[in-house]
């Protein structure tokens, strides 16, 4: 996704309500699922033989929420790029438009929010000692 030009124009992609966040958020989602990845790899979990990655149910948990981000960000590109081609042009967004935009932001949002409990419920303790005793 090409970065947004500065621009007076109220009709630029980037006045979207969120929009500029978005590649970042999905940037941070990338690299959650690519820790998460690296630490269920390594780590156990109390009473169970193997590392957290080798359980079903997280790799199951995982793989749901994978799909999800890259459908997310499918979709931003997908929104942004018909945007971008339509603003090229000379034209304005549209309420349409400019709803699409709102609509892939909040999916985003709503991805991110959602994505990350069944890899938290599959290791709480290792949660804890990640983001509470650093």
Not at 74 to 101: F, K, S
Request: charged share 20%; glycine share 6%; proline share 4%.
């Amino acid at each position: 996704m090409r970065r947004c030009a500065p621009s007076p124009s109220s009709s630029s992609v980037c006045s979207a309500s969120g929009w500029a966040a978005t590649p970042v958020a999905l940037g941070i989602a990338r690299r959650a699922l690519d820790e998460i990845v690296r630490i269920a790899s390594v780590k156990g979990r109390v009473g169970y033989a193997t590392v957290i990655g080798d359980s079903e149910l997280f790799r199951l948990g995982f793989a749901k929420y994978e799909a999800l981000h890259r459908a997310a960000r499918a979709c931003v590109y997908e929104v942004h790029g018909e945007a971008e081609a339509w603003i090229n042009t000379g034209n304005d967004l549209t309420e349409v438009q400019n709803a699409r935009l709102r609509q892939a932001v909040t999916w985003v949002q709503e991805v991110n929010a959602v994505k990350w409990a069944p890899c938290f419920r599959a290791a709480p303790r290792l949660v804890f000692r990640l983001f509470v005793r650093g």
